[in-house]
């Protein structure tokens, strides 16, 4: 198997754009045992994902992140107004967003795609698959996948 293009010793900063309090500790239980090194981010709303990403208020000192998972379906500002924003964004666009979400709408996906999602993916409703979906985005994307570093 081929092994990671990121630096093994590097923390991958995964933020996770997600209103569901049960899909949140999912995702934190699946993350726990990777094979990679990961710091998971939470913000329960679109509004606080944009602040989250542009630093501001409390999220002033946070990271950048390397791959943001996002939901469709958040209060307040939508998962595709995030999405849009994120890629319209020079500073944000590079960073790979993977749509994580209950819709199976052949809509959401055609429009995710449009506007630049890098991979859509529905949630399982079964507890066991949804834990093997997230390890499996943590394979993928924080393992084989080389991210670019920064804004450059």
Not at 79 to 86: A, F, Y
Not at 119 to 136: A, E, G, L
């Amino acid at each position: 198997m081929i092994m990671s293009s990121q630096k093994m010793d590097k923390t991958i900063e995964i933020l996770l754009v997600e209103d569901s309090a049960g899909d949140i500790r999912l995702t934190r239980e699946a993350f726990k045992d990777g094979k990679v090194r990961n710091k998971l981010h939470v913000v329960r709303d679109g509004v606080e994902a944009m602040v989250f990403l542009h630093k501001e208020g409390k999220y002033s000192d946070v990271p950048r992140p390397d791959i943001i998972l996002l939901d469709l379906n958040l209060p307040k500002k939508n998962g595709r107004e995030v999405l849009t924003e994120i890629k319209k964004d020079p500073n944000l666009k590079r960073i790979p967003v993977v749509i994580l979400t209950m819709s199976n709408s052949d809509k959401d996906i055609l429009e995710t795609y449009n506007n630049y999602v890098n991979c859509y993916i529905t949630k399982p409703v079964d507890f066991t698959k949804f834990i093997t979906i997230v390890q499996t985005i943590e394979d993928f994307w924080l393992s084989i996948v080389k991210l670019p570093n920064g804004t450059e």
